[in-house]
Nanobody
Framework: QVQLVESGGGLVQPGGSLRLSCAAS????????ISWFRQVPGKEREGVSG????????FYTDSVKGRFTISRDDAKNTVYLQMNNLKPEDTAIYYC????????????????????WGQGTQVTVSS
């Protein structure tokens, strides 16, 4: 069974950093576009960042540009989201998702375009 597993979430103070990981089993991530979404209770799932297959073109929502960096390590079958200068408004459950069409723009981030989802990891930014 295809599986995505997120890790790396936790509690961090404002201004701190976390690195999220999205590891895949039973399929190769390098053929897929991978995006990170986040969701808080009562709100719609929001796309945060994505990376294409092949050329590794990266996309970011405006609120995280300059603070978050997405990358992929195909040898480890893992995609990372480095989050720096975290703010309380970044608090959410973060999900990674895989889109079978690996190329093409990833913005706007549309959840229904994605074929596989992880279970999520909680990120809490608080003093």
């Amino acid at each position: 069974q295809v599986q995505l597993v997120e890790s790396g979430g936790g509690l961090v103070q404002p201004g701190g950093s976390l690195r999220l990981s999205c590891a895949a089993s039973r399929f190769y991530l390098d053929y897929y576009a991978i995006s990170w979404f986040r969701q808080v209770p009562g709100k719609e799932r929001e796309g945060v960042s994505g990376i294409c297959s092949g050329d590794d073109m990266a996309f970011y929502t405006d609120s995280v540009k300059g603070r978050f960096t997405i990358s992929r390590d195909d040898a480890k079958n893992t995609v990372y989201l480095q989050m720096n200068n975290l703010k309380p408004e970044d608090t959410a459950i973060y999900y990674c998702a895989a889109r079978e069409r690996g190329w093409g723009p990833l913005t706007p981030f549309i959840p229904r375009d994605y074929d596989y989802w992880g279970q999520g990891t909680q990120v809490t930014v608080s003093s």
